[in-house]
């Protein structure tokens, strides 16, 4: 079955530092998206990337979708203690599918 | 607030109770989701709804029985758990196929004893 590997698992940064998480995906994905848990609570919707190749912005948040449709990155620039969190990756590869296959996430601290 | 509300959100039972976990969603959307967030596990994916009817069930064991009744309305009916079934169980809704964008509840943290 499809496999999403997500790294690095943990990421400890001083604020200011840049962060940047990493997806990998076993089979060609239809769409990944991106989702943020803060300490407590629930997964929340980023965004989704679609097209090969693709770059989307946030602020300091910049997204990709790799040209072969089976990676993905998360980078976060200058990072900021509210940006504390688990991020993870989820992919879904179309086909009529409900089915998202999340990544085990990376949990990122922000030492003030 | 996501739209999406989950009861209770926390739980704690014994192996031998019966208990059910709700999910409610006041977003239009016609596709539900349990999903189960063990300790350093992935999201696991439990079961799907779209328009009422299971289109998928990720060989999850016979004590998890879920139920919807209605396109905003999922059951999660539990039965006879292990402790290894301790967990945060979250309820998503989403508008259709192509897994569009998620929207979570906030889980419920159930403890089994």
Sequence with gaps: ?112 | ETGVTQTPRHLVMGMTNKKSLKCEQHLGHNAMYWYKQSAKKPLELMFVYSLEERVENNSVPSRFSPECPNSSHLFLHLHTLQPEDSALYLCASSEGRWATEAFFGQGTRLTVV
């Design chain 1, 1 to 112: 079955g499809q496999q999403v590997m997500q790294i690095p698992q943990y990421q400890h940064v001083q604020e200011g530092e840049d962060f940047t998480t990493y997806c990998n995906s076993s089979t060609t994905l239809s769409n990944i998206q991106w989702y943020k848990q803060r300490p407590g609570g629930h997964p929340v919707f980023l965004i989704q990337l679609v097209k090969s190749g693709e770059v989307k912005k946030q602020k300091r948040l910049t997204f990709q979708f790799g040209e072969a449709k089976k990676n993905s990155s998360l980078h976060i620039t200058a990072t900021q203690t509210t940006d504390v969190g688990t991020y993870f990756c989820a992919g879904n590869s179309g086909a009529g599918s409900y089915q998202l296959t999340f990544g085990k996430g990376t949990k990122l601290s922000v030492i003030p």
